[in-house]
């Protein structure tokens, strides 16, 4: 038994196995209902998505406090 060439980054076999794949299941009866049902969120789940992207927000404005800056360099 061989084994198949190692094609390194940029796989073209893996890559059209996985496109193949990926084909076949939006086509099939499974992929369309989970295509249907893709975003569907009831209430509490939406609270939940909001709260989330507001406490990303506030702290995406605060200084990180990880962050060390050298304040000798003037920049």
Do not use: C, L, W
């Not at 094609?7 to 499974?30: L, P």
């Not at 893709?38 to 605060?62: F, H, L, M, T, W």
């Amino acid at each position: 038994m061989s084994t198949p060439p190692n094609e390194g980054e940029g796989n073209k076999t893996a890559d059209r196995e996985y496109r193949e794949a990926t084909q076949r299941f939006v086509q099939s009866e499974k992929g369309q209902e989970e295509i249907k049902r893709a975003g569907d969120v009831d209430d509490a789940q939406e609270q939940e998505i909001r709260r989330a992207e507001e406490q990303a927000g506030e702290r995406a404005k605060e200084h990180d406090p990880a962050e060390v800056r050298d304040h000798s360099r003037g920049a």
